[in-house]
Nanobody
Framework: QVQLVESGGGLAQAGGSLRLSCAASGSIVSIDAMAWYRQAPGRQRELVARATSGGSTDYADSVKGRFTGSRDNAENTVYLQMERLKPEDTAVYYC??????????????WGQGTQVTVSS
């Protein structure tokens, strides 16, 4: 069993920064891929950033150049550094990781979501 715990959300002013963390624990062999999504009120969940184990990361056009995804393999933690925040970044942010467990199988897990609110 794998658990994901997100943290780092909160209130920021426009132009400010926040860093989200998503820590995985349990019977983990490796985190193979990670992604961050967000969902604003009344809108569909959208992909913010997606990285593969090969090291490349794709970003939504709306956050490109402002958000950076990263990972700490030793800590089984993925991060989303958000810079120059805008009010339209306000949403609940979710991490999604693909984890290989001790059985050798790979599963997709979701974090519980963390609220990010950006004031103008």
């Amino acid at each position: 069993q794998v658990q994901l715990v997100e943290s780092g959300g909160g209130l920021a002013q426009a132009g400010g920064s926040l860093r989200l963390s998503c820590a995985a624990s349990g019977s983990i062999v490796s985190i193979d891929a990670m992604a961050w999504y967000r969902q604003a009120p009344g809108r569909q969940r959208e992909l913010v950033a997606r990285a593969t184990s090969g090291g490349s990361t794709d970003y939504a056009d709306s956050v490109k150049g402002r958000f950076t995804g990263s990972r700490d393999n030793a800590e089984n933690t993925v991060y989303l550094q958000m810079e120059r925040l805008k009010p339209e970044d306000t949403a609940v942010y979710y991490c999604n990781v693909f984890v290989t467990v001790v059985s050798g199988l790979t599963y997709s897990y979701w974090g519980q979501g963390t609220q990010v609110t950006v004031s103008s």
